[in-house]
């Protein structure tokens, strides 16, 4: 691929020396002793667009992260799998997406090899070969590489963190959290045991923390021995939140509309090189321009909004440099920072979810994938102040996301460079090797193999009693060392049927699955010519169909490599279950005061299906206190005894609905709360006292999804409560004045509207239901 023109960029001036054939060669040398192995620091950042950090265009203030940019190698050219859980399987194993058993994100468990959501057996991950070379090993943030079925406390943890190589883990295990009121946090292999959160209590600080309390830990024990830390962000994946005085310092910034602050990104893109001064800015008929309402047709009120979901956001990224900062001064202070590397990257592109307007009822979109009754609500107003806080679970608007991803078309979870082109920074100030602009090709594979040739550390050769799986990167040492060395020539890319294949210069795309009869060359594909055209505006398959042909049957070649198959071309990717969940949803008696029931185990009780809460109690005159909370500010249900009087509330998404029974007499009671499906995937909600009905809630819509979010506490409302009123005169509200003597769930019927398949695991074939 033709080398960009290159442009200077600020911060950059002084370090343009090259490396040639007669510097001084570079670690590993044979026969001569290895320097002091340097620390590794890979801080991975959710969801976040190529535009979004000050080296790569943007008008957000990250000054540290800048910082390490002008010290360090700026890659203009990187790209990533289209999610999550893909990519950070990819960068933990030097494996391409499917080889790593992550097609999709680790909610899913069809039963095929590129879709088992869990890592290989006889894949190494980076951390477990730093470890056998010598190395500390630490991670916190966003794990998201184990099944939704094995993060419960009774699960098997054989594909959790320090299961797979780390020496101590702190973070959330699943996709995403509140960064106010995290749902569920783990420490090293068990469930933090916390029943509420102080005031101002934010979870990036409390990752950075603990990052820095590690490194602490290790120093005051092993003053030189080499550390490894995996710093996984949640943020900026939604629910996008901040911290007020944050949000603050970006108030105003966003009145002139998505339209102005993308081209105002993609012009100092232009100026620092950052893409090649020809390239084209995508315009509407090709940029989801259907998708985003021109700004200067929207009300007053809506502008003040969408701005308010921008600001969050940049508050938010701006806390992901502010991490940036601490953790770099901590090394300052111990002399480390010239010997330590740090990788700055996004696990993919910038995000749609939140659709045209945004949403402030993050979890109300996520309902089934054959789309949501007429009058579904998917965004419940709440006052514009409150977007970033604690109270709000919100998301972007789709122009904003479109600003993030500037100057490429698309978004997140399609093989359009918009989702899979991401920014990449790489630091290591005590390296003599030549740092600045770099425009080659590289993947997030590579990172694995670089890093442990960069430390002087051989990969695993064998896990678990087999040979180590070869790995699918290569290292990038050679485009560290020289701006004119060669990158990676080409790769493949798929995501729910979406392909696409990168070829030296050119890339083939088809953004539809394709039918069974059309197979997995056919269907509609679309050519690029990204030296020409880096941002895909420009379609010549129809003038150079042959290429388009050529490309295809390479893709289909990859696919076959790295277990592509099957294409999820009838939907049942998602439908398909293994029976082995099954037990997940029988009757469970709770105990009181312990941690919260996990996400995903809990929703097994509840979700698209009637169910009921069986309660016994004693209470005296003044018990009071939550006896079941499921739920958080995005969705939920409470049970509490309040006012002498048993009460229970339902938050759909927002909106509040609160009933009272009457006043209970001291002594021994039976509650019943029943949940009985309603068409139009709605609820009755009936509660009984003593076999008498005192108390409902005639429809509302049912909790589904991601929701209820954070899972069953019994004795309290565990975190971000179901109801901030009760939670601001009661915090957690814990039971006193009585006793539970039994809270149990008695889950009904599966719903009409479960599309869910179980396979029996075991069986070679299994026929899927029409």
């Not at 490396?19 to 044979?30: N, R, V």
């Not at 991670?139 to 594909?159: N, P």
């Not at 998505?258 to 090649?276: K, T």
């Given at each position: 691929?033709?080398?960009?023109?290159?442009?200077?960029?600020?911060?950059?001036?002084?370090?343009?020396?090259?490396?040639?054939?007669?510097?001084?060669?570079?670690?590993?040398?044979?026969?001569?002793?290895?320097?002091?192995?340097?620390?590794?620091?890979?801080?991975?950042?959710?969801?976040?667009?190529?535009?979004?950090?000050?080296?790569?265009?943007?008008?957000?203030?990250?000054?540290?992260?800048?910082?390490?940019?002008?010290?360090?190698?700026?890659?203009?050219?990187?790209?990533?799998?289209?999610?999550?859980?893909?990519?950070?399987?990819?960068?933990?194993?030097?494996?391409?997406?499917?080889?790593?058993?992550?097609?999709?994100?680790?909610?899913?468990?069809?039963?095929?090899?590129?879709?088992?959501?869990?890592?290989?057996?006889?894949?190494?991950t980076l951390a477990e070969s730093l470890r056998a070379g010598g190395y500390a090993t630490f991670m916190v943030g966003k794990w998201h590489l184990t099944l939704e079925s094995r993060l419960h406390d009774g699960a098997d943890r054989s594909t959790w963190p320090l299961q797979r190589g780390f020496d101590r883990y702190f973070g959330s295990m699943d996709g995403f959290t509140s960064l106010h009121h995290p749902h569920r946090l783990v420490q090293d292999n068990s469930v933090v045991d916390v029943r509420e959160f102080p005031e101002g209590f934010f979870l990036t600080d409390e990752l950075t923390d603990r990052a820095i309390g590690m490194i602490d830990d290790l120093r005051v024990n092993e003053p030189d021995k080499p550390f490894f830390l995996y710093y996984a962000h949640t943020s900026v994946h939604g629910p996008i939140q901040a911290k007020d005085p944050d949000i603050e310092?970006?108030?105003?910034?966003?009145?002139?509309?998505?339209?102005?602050?993308?081209?105002?990104?993609?012009?100092?893109?232009?100026?620092?090189?950052?893409?090649?001064?020809?390239?084209?800015?995508?315009?509407?008929?090709?940029?989801?321009?259907?998708?985003?309402?021109?700004?200067?047709?929207?009300?007053?009120?809506?502008?003040?909004?969408?701005?308010?979901?921008?600001?969050?956001?940049?508050?938010?990224?701006?806390?992901?440099?502010?991490?940036?900062?601490?953790?770099?001064?901590?090394?300052?202070?111990?002399?480390?920072?010239?010997?330590?590397?740090?990788?700055?990257?996004?696990?993919?592109?910038?995000?749609?979810?939140?659709?045209?307007?945004?949403?402030?009822?993050?979890?109300?979109?996520?309902?089934?994938?054959?789309?949501?009754?007429?009058?579904?609500?998917?965004?419940?107003?709440?006052?514009?102040?409150?977007?970033?806080?604690?109270?709000?679970?919100?998301?972007?608007?789709?122009?904003?996301?479109?600003?993030?991803?500037?100057?490429?078309?698309?978004?997140?979870?399609?093989?359009?460079?918009?989702?899979?082109?991401?920014?990449?920074?790489?630091?290591?100030?005590?390296?003599?090797?030549?740092?600045?602009?770099?425009?080659?090709?590289?993947?997030?594979?590579?990172?694995?193999?670089?890093?442990?040739?960069?430390?002087?550390?051989?990969?695993?050769?064998?896990?678990?009693?087999?040979?180590?799986?070869?790995?699918?990167?290569?290292?990038?040492?050679?485009?560290?060392?020289?701006?004119?060395?060669?990158?990676?020539?080409?790769?493949?890319?798929?995501?729910?049927?979406?392909?696409?294949?990168?070829?030296?210069?050119?890339?083939?795309?088809?953004?539809?699955?394709?039918?069974?009869?059309?197979?997995?060359?056919?269907?509609?594909?679309?050519?690029?010519?990204?030296?020409?055209?880096?941002?895909?505006?420009?379609?010549?398959?129809?003038?150079?169909?042959?290429?388009?042909?050529?490309?295809?049957?390479?893709?289909?070649?990859?696919?076959?490599?790295?277990?592509?198959?099957?294409?999820?071309?009838?939907?049942?990717?998602?439908?398909?279950?293994?029976?082995?969940?099954?037990?997940?949803?029988?009757?469970?008696?709770?105990?009181?005061?312990?941690?919260?029931?996990?996400?995903?185990?809990?929703?097994?009780?509840?979700?698209?299906?009637?169910?009921?809460?069986?309660?016994?109690?004693?209470?005296?005159?003044?018990?009071?206190?939550?006896?079941?909370?499921?739920?958080?500010?995005?969705?939920?249900?409470?049970?509490?005894?309040?006012?002498?009087?048993?009460?229970?509330?339902?938050?759909?998404?927002?909106?509040?609905?609160?009933?009272?029974?009457?006043?209970?007499?001291?002594?021994?009671?039976?509650?019943?709360?029943?949940?009985?499906?309603?068409?139009?995937?709605?609820?009755?909600?009936?509660?009984?006292?003593?076999?008498?009905?005192?108390?409902?809630?005639?429809?509302?819509?049912?909790?589904?999804?991601?929701?209820?979010?954070?899972?069953?506490?019994?004795?309290?409302?565990?975190?971000?409560?179901?109801?901030?009123?009760?939670?601001?005169?009661?915090?957690?509200?814990?039971?006193?004045?009585?006793?539970?003597?039994?809270?149990?769930?008695?889950?009904?019927?599966?719903?009409?509207?479960?599309?869910?398949?179980?396979?029996?695991?075991?069986?070679?074939?299994?026929?899927?239901?029409?």
């Amino acid at each position: 691929m033709p080398v960009p023109e290159k442009r200077g960029y600020e911060g950059f001036e002084g370090r343009a020396e090259e490396f040639t054939s007669d510097s001084e060669p570079w670690w590993p040398q044979p026969g001569r002793a290895r320097p002091q192995a340097p620390n590794i620091i890979v801080m991975l950042i959710d969801d976040l667009g190529f535009s979004d950090l000050g080296p790569f265009g943007s008008e957000i203030d990250t000054p540290h992260i800048d910082a390490v940019a002008a010290d360090g190698w700026v890659f203009t050219n990187y790209r990533t799998a289209p999610m999550c859980s893909p990519a950070r399987a990819a960068l933990l194993t030097g494996l391409n997406p499917h080889r790593a058993g992550f097609g999709f994100v680790a909610h899913i468990d069809p039963g095929y090899p590129g879709f088992s959501c869990e890592l290989p057996d006889a894949a190494p991950t980076l951390a477990e070969s730093l470890r056998a070379g010598g190395y500390a090993t630490f991670m916190v943030g966003k794990w998201h590489l184990t099944l939704e079925s094995r993060l419960h406390d009774g699960a098997d943890r054989s594909t959790w963190p320090l299961q797979r190589g780390f020496d101590r883990y702190f973070g959330s295990m699943d996709g995403f959290t509140s960064l106010h009121h995290p749902h569920r946090l783990v420490q090293d292999n068990s469930v933090v045991d916390v029943r509420e959160f102080p005031e101002g209590f934010f979870l990036t600080d409390e990752l950075t923390d603990r990052a820095i309390g590690m490194i602490d830990d290790l120093r005051v024990n092993e003053p030189d021995k080499p550390f490894f830390l995996y710093y996984a962000h949640t943020s900026v994946h939604g629910p996008i939140q901040a911290k007020d005085p944050d949000i603050e310092k970006y108030r105003g910034r966003y009145e002139a509309g998505w339209n102005a602050l993308r081209a105002e990104r993609f012009a100092r893109q232009r100026e620092r090189g950052i893409v090649p001064a020809h390239t084209a800015l995508p315009e509407d008929p090709i940029a989801d321009g259907d998708r985003i309402p021109a700004w200067e047709t929207l009300s007053e009120e809506d502008r003040l909004l969408f701005a308010r979901h921008m600001e969050v956001y940049a508050a938010a990224v701006d806390e992901i440099d502010q991490s940036v900062g601490r953790l770099l001064e901590r090394l300052e202070r111990s002399g480390e920072r010239d010997n330590t590397i740090v990788v700055l990257a996004s696990d993919n592109g910038g995000t749609a979810e939140g659709g045209p307007t945004g949403t402030r009822s993050y979890f109300a979109q996520f309902g089934t994938h054959g789309g949501m009754p007429e009058g579904w609500v998917t965004d419940v107003p709440r006052d514009v102040d409150d977007i970033g806080g604690p109270r709000v679970f919100g998301q972007y608007p789709t122009g904003w996301a479109r600003v993030s991803n500037t100057p490429f078309r698309s978004f997140k979870a399609t093989t359009y460079e918009g989702g899979v082109h991401a920014p990449l920074i790489i630091s290591w100030p005590g390296s003599e090797m030549a740092r600045g602009l770099r425009d080659q090709f590289v993947f997030v594979a590579d990172l694995a193999p670089t890093l442990l040739e960069l430390a002087g550390v051989p990969a695993l050769e064998e896990r678990a009693g087999a040979p180590a799986l070869e790995m699918d990167g290569g290292s990038i040492l050679g485009v560290l060392t020289d701006p004119a060395a060669d990158g990676r020539e080409s790769q493949y890319f798929e995501c729910v049927g979406r392909r696409a294949i990168v070829d030296g210069r050119w890339k083939a795309l088809s953004p539809l699955v394709p039918t069974k009869e059309e197979g997995a060359e056919g269907g509609t594909w679309e050519l690029y010519d990204l030296a020409a055209d880096p941002t895909e505006t420009v379609d010549l398959a129809a003038s150079m169909p042959e290429r388009v042909a050529q490309l295809a049957a390479r893709w289909h070649e990859d696919a076959w490599r790295n277990t592509v198959f099957p294409l999820d071309d009838d939907g049942s990717m998602f439908r398909l279950r293994p029976d082995t969940e099954e037990p997940l949803s029988a009757p469970v008696s709770l105990t009181p005061f312990r941690p919260p029931l996990e996400r995903f185990r809990s929703s097994k009780l509840t979700v698209l299906r009637s169910f009921a809460v069986e309660i016994a109690l004693e209470v005296t005159a003044d018990a009071a206190g939550v006896i079941v909370a499921h739920g958080d500010q995005g969705g939920g249900y409470l049970l509490a005894i309040d006012a002498q009087a048993p009460l229970i509330v339902y938050n759909a998404y927002g909106v509040m609905h609160r009933e009272r029974g009457r006043r209970l007499e001291p002594g021994a009671h039976r509650l019943v709360a029943r949940f009985d499906e309603l068409p139009d995937l709605r609820w009755r909600i009936v509660l009984e006292v003593d076999d008498i009905e005192e108390a409902g809630i005639r429809s509302v819509p049912m909790l589904l999804g991601m929701a209820p979010f954070t899972g069953i506490s019994v004795g309290y409302d565990y975190g971000g409560p179901v109801d901030w009123d009760l939670h601001e005169d009661h915090r957690s509200y814990p039971f006193r004045g009585g006793a539970l003597t039994s809270v149990r769930y008695i889950p009904g019927p599966r719903s009409s509207h479960d599309a869910t398949v179980l396979r029996e695991v075991g069986r070679a074939v299994q026929r899927i239901a029409d």
